[in-house]
């Protein structure tokens, strides 16, 4: 989303997660929270009647939009931006209720990529709503199986800001949440996961996490990119979902840093499910610029007021569909090295690895 036009953007958060692992129990636990009273939710239930002007007036007084007649990523696709713009249009007029923050519940099925693209390529989507993050909800239970069986929740996995672990309180033992968070860690290594019963997931924990907002705290930041600080974060796979994360002291200088962006886009960008990384760049060391990407679109590159800790190598999250996570880090490191070689120009970088 546009970085020019945040002030007063509203947050949209996606929640999503496979079927029944739980996302209409923590999303109703959520909204008795004071911190959500003017949230405004959108749910798209398979299967329901369409959206008409009635339905629409009567439910934004509830403040539960339903979304339906199709899965949220393929046929309501159109009718979601349309209701955003459309919702926002309304509140400004002062005819619906006034709204701080949206939650958008997707169906268990739901791919939540293409999502995420709508909401980037809508453009007064874009400028009104700001992406707040994507929460995922996971059965500890059923999660293993779900994500070995089940692209879409591998999906659902890969892109979350937040992931929400249910039903621990049934798994006796411990052996089945083990095994579905080794799953979670093989799709987002750097991804924080809440354990419902035990660490509750309320409103602090799951909202307000993007680096994008108008007072970004730097604690954000790092919760953003992800709890790990270590290097040693193992790169990892489920399926063809791979992730990969790089970490670099190399500086780029702006110019090596703006065509590094362009050939990830063009070259790795369709089999990118999400990117987000914070990037040293020479011109100005003690101010990261924030990276994210949904496959090709990428979010304009943000520099933000400071690192979000003492470690200031720049580093990306990779998580990607058949991606070669490596030949994107070797690309960071041919523009890093090509600019720190005085006699090459970094716009020559591409044509020296
Ligand atoms: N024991 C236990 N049951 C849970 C927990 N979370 C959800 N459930 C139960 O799991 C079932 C499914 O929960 P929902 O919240 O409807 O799941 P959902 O993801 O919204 O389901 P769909 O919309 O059908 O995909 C319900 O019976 C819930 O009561 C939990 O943490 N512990």
């Not at 209409?24 to 798209?44: C, F, G």
């Not at 065509?259 to 101010?287: N, S």
């Amino acid at each position: 989303m546009n970085a020019g036009t945040l002030r007063g953007a509203i947050p949209l958060t996606v929640l999503t997660g496979f079927l029944g692992a739980g996302k209409t129990t923590l999303l109703n636990r959520l909204l008795k929270e004071p911190a959500l009273q003017r949230s405004l939710v959108l749910v798209n239930e398979l299967g329901e009647i369409g959206i008409d002007d009635h339905l629409l007036a009567e439910s934004v007084d509830g403040d539960v939009v339903t979304l339906a007649g199709g899965c949220l990523c393929c046929a309501v696709r159109s009718d979601l931006v349309d209701t955003l713009a459309d919702l926002v249009m309304r509140r400004d007029e002062g005819s619906i209720a006034s709204f701080d923050r949206v939650i958008l519940e997707t169906t268990g099925l739901a791919d939540p990529v293409p999502v995420l693209h709508a909401l980037q390529a809508h453009p007064l989507v874009q400028m009104r709503y700001v992406l707040d993050g994507v929460v995922t909800v996971v059965d500890a239970m059923t999660g293993r199986r779900s994500l070995a069986e089940h692209e879409e929740a591998r999906r659902q996995v890969a892109v979350a800001d937040r992931i929400v672990l249910t039903k621990t309180d049934m798994d006796e033992h411990g052996e089945a949440g083990r095994a579905t968070r080794d799953g979670i860690r093989a799709l987002a290594p750097l991804v924080p996961v809440l354990d419902m019963a035990r660490d509750g997931a309320s409103a602090s924990q799951l909202f307000g996490v993007a680096p994008w907002g108008e007072n970004v705290r730097a604690s954000n930041l790092g919760e953003w990119l992800g709890s790990a600080r270590s290097s040693e974060v193992p790169a990892g796979h489920e399926g063809d979902i791979r992730s990969a994360v790089l970490w670099s002291e190399a500086q780029l200088p702006p110019q090596a840093f703006g065509m590094f962006v362009d050939l990830l886009r063009a070259e790795f960008g369709p089999r990118i499910l999400r990117l987000k990384g914070l990037v040293c760049t020479t011109d100005d060391p003690d101010r990261p610029v924030v990276i994210h990407g949904v496959q090709h679109i990428f979010h304009p590159p943000r520099r933000l007021p400071a690192w979000p800790d003492e470690d200031r190598r720049t580093r990306i999250v990779l998580i990607g569909k058949d991606l070669d996570g490596e030949a994107v880090i070797r690309l960071y490191e041919a523009f890093a090295d090509a600019a720190a070689m005085p006699s090459v120009d970094p716009l020559l970088a591409p044509h020296l690895s």
